[in-house]
């Protein structure tokens, strides 16, 4: 084992105390020397002459003797100190090593434009254009040196020159822009094809289906011709979805040359897979990562020497109580963002360090309505929120640390929100007037019982718990919960609108920090998941749809029987609520005013909120609680020390590991 920092310290003290006993025993000498000739200087006048000759050679001596020993000791303390301070430099011990921590499933894909169920293993890999730090609201390089918005629809990246794919991918060539090019274009496609769960928000602005165009007039230079302005389009460039791959790596089928990435190495990231396993996944540093030049501005968390970590490993534990309990034992480095309860039991143990910061993620967790089996109801969904304790899921879920949220963050986008008076009164408490509205629309006969859905893999979900408590304690209705693994869960949240098997859902999101449109927002327009969540559905997507249900009466307004592949490619809006949602959505993605950007965005939340349905923004925390091992140090700030797009724990490359 390499000597660690207390050996050292501890060699250091015994080297320094051997110095001063040297010296000590030298001081001893010569005071029993001149103790002597004192003593001698009692004798006779005849005989004191010689004696104090010979006492004086001795002294002289004894000095030289003592400076001579003094200048070894001294150049042996050097000698040392030199020899301490370049095993210092040399020693490594605290560089390198391997970081650990637990996945809770399988990931569901390694294709960054399919799956988003592995969001860290993205970052880890790939390589972005940019990173966006919320703790400073800056914009930092990556793939791309630098950027241009020429003008609303024509935004130009000059890409970085040394950037690689992997030793595994494409032999390690050099990325180009038509690689980049060729990506962005494939999004759509993955979209519609083959089952992506990327957002149409992060790349409808650049999607060829609607006119957009790419130029690459060299290596390095790629410009967006994009079909419609898009206020947040750098925001989405900082996602871990848009990267590039190894177009080498992408499976080519019949139909054109927009297949999927096959194998797990395809990226330029700073780590690339080593194995991967039913129980593990491994990584190893990818030796052809660019190496950053100096200039670049330290929000892109890279140390050009050292420390860093060499390997990372996940180990699959979709138990979450043995996920926890091998964080606390120490095997494990990382468990990630915790709730203040749980931060407050963890405090203190001996394998266990938590970061604190500000909260940020407004809408990270909100409750969801199956729209088919709540739009035919307005006044039961409203009974529904009326139903909710607001003020005690802060006090109780949260630990009295919480505020109101919105469809977009009142802190991450305060000029865009609306304020915490507002949303209340939107928000109100009222379990006897719920009871009251429930009981007088017939909600004991339409819904005798309510269905959820919770996370298998998580230890605790006594947030859901308390929703469903108060539903319960307010309309007398009985509440189940439904635990499933990822894959089903994933399939069973985002399922068409008409086959959803619960009546309600705790959603959340994982880059609700990025933009707003992306923050709690996307749960509500048609172009995001307001498709699924909200039942705002274009013309004809699906048949048991309640826009588009024969036995619906909008039905005939919707399409009627030629519903179809053709009328979902139109992406045509007919349902009323659902154009001037997405009419709104587009107007603010649009305007190059932030001003009136804003006043649009606090309009559409408004009128979000006097519908109840079918999404309602849950209260969150006001303080970001992360649970470390103590040996990992020099982790991102919070809140980016776990968001992906800010280059947070998973990309960051100068951590180290103590020890």
């Known amino acids: 084992m390499k000597e660690g920092y207390w050996g050292k310290y501890w060699r250091r003290r015994v080297s320094r105390r051997r110095v001063l006993a040297g010296g000590a025993t030298l001081a001893a000498g010569s005071a029993a020397i001149l103790a002597g000739c004192g003593d001698d ?71 960054p434009a399919i799956t988003i169920t592995f969001p860290y293993g993205m970052a880890q890999t790939y390589s972005q254009m940019m990173a966006y730090s919320i703790v400073n609201d800056q914009f930092y390089p990556d793939a791309a040196q630098s950027w241009e918005q020429v003008d609303p629809e024509t935004l130009v990246f000059n890409l970085r020159e040394g950037v690689h794919y992997n030793p595994d991918a494409a032999n390690g060539r050099a990325v180009t822009s038509e690689d980049w090019a060729f990506n962005l274009a494939r999004y759509p496609d993955a979209r519609a094809n083959r089952g992506s769960n990327v957002n149409e928000l992060f790349f409808s602005f650049m999607d060829p289906g609607l006119g957009a165009t790419f130029d690459t007039p060299d290596n390095l230079t790629l410009t967006i011709n994009q079909n419609k302005a898009f206020a947040s389009n750098l925001r989405a460039f900082a996602a871990a979805s848009l990267v590039v791959a190894a177009p080498e790596r992408i499976m080519a089928e019949e139909s054109g040359d927009l297949g999927q990435v096959t194998g797990i190495n395809a990226g330029t990231g700073p780590y690339m897979f080593s194995g991967v396993s039913e129980t593990n996944i491994s990584l190893r540093r990818n030796p052809n990562y660019y190496p950053h030049p100096e200039q670049d501005l330290p929000g892109t968390r890279y140390n050009h020497d050292m420390p860093y970590v060499d390997e990372m490993e996940a180990v699959i534990i979709t138990d979450g109580a043995a996920a926890q309990a091998r964080f606390l034992a120490g095997d494990a480095d990382y468990y990630g963002g915790v709730d203040k309860i749980t931060a407050e039991q963890w405090e203190g143990q001996p394998n266990v360090d938590i970061h604190t910061g500000p909260a940020i993620d407004d809408g990270s967790r909100m409750i969801q309505l199956a729209a088919a089996k709540w739009t035919p109801y307005p006044e039961l969904s409203k009974a529904l929120s009326m139903a909710m304790d607001w003020d005690g899921y802060i006090d109780v879920v949260l630990g009295g640390e919480g505020r109101r949220s919105a469809p977009v963050s009142p802190t991450a986008f305060p000029k865009y929100a609306l304020s915490q008076e507002e949303i209340r009164e939107h928000q109100v408490y009222d379990p006897q007037g719920a009871r009251q509205l429930w009981e007088a629309n017939n909600g004991p006969e339409i819904f005798p019982e309510l269905d959820t859905t919770v996370a298998a893999w998580i230890p605790d979900y006594s947030y859901v718990q308390f929703i469903g408590q108060s539903f319960e304690d307010s309309l007398g209705v009985k509440v189940n919960y439904n635990p499933l693994e990822l894959a089903t869960y994933i399939a069973s949240a985002n399922g068409p609108t008409g086959t959803k098997d619960w009546h309600f859902f705790i959603a959340g999101n994982n880059a609700i920090s990025t933009m707003p449109d992306w923050n709690a927002l996307v749960a509500y327009t048609p ?44 992406l045509e809006i007919t349902h009323p609520y659902a154009r001037e949602l997405q009419d709104y959505a587009d107007r603010q993605a649009a305007t190059t005013d932030d001003d009136e950007r804003a006043e649009i965005l606090k309009e559409l939340q408004r009128r979000i909120f006097t519908r109840y349905c079918c999404t309602l923004p849950l209260p969150t925390g006001t303080t970001q609680y992360v649970a470390v091992g103590s040996r990992l140090k020099n982790l991102p700030p919070g809140p980016d020390s776990n968001q992906t797009a800010a280059f947070g724990m998973f990309r960051a490359h100068n951590m180290w590991l103590e020890g």
């Open 527 to 570: 172009d995001g998941y307001g498709a699924i969540w909200g039942g705002n559905w274009y013309k004809g997507v699906n048949i048991s749809d309640p826009w588009v249900n024969p036995e619906n009466p909008n039905y005939a307004e919707n399409g009627g029987s030629e519903a179809g592949e053709a009328v979902r490619a139109a």
């Open 41 to 111: 200087d009692d004798d006779d006048d005849g005989a004191a002459q010689p004696a104090a000759t010979q006492a004086a050679q001795q002294q002289a001596a004894a000095e030289e003797e003592a400076t001579e020993a003094a200048q070894a000791a001294a150049e042996e303390q050097a000698t040392e100190a030199a020899q301490a301070a370049a095993a210092e430099t040399e020693d490594r011990s605290r560089y390198g090593g391997t970081l650990n921590w637990t996945e809770r499933a399988y990931p569901t894909g390694f294709d």
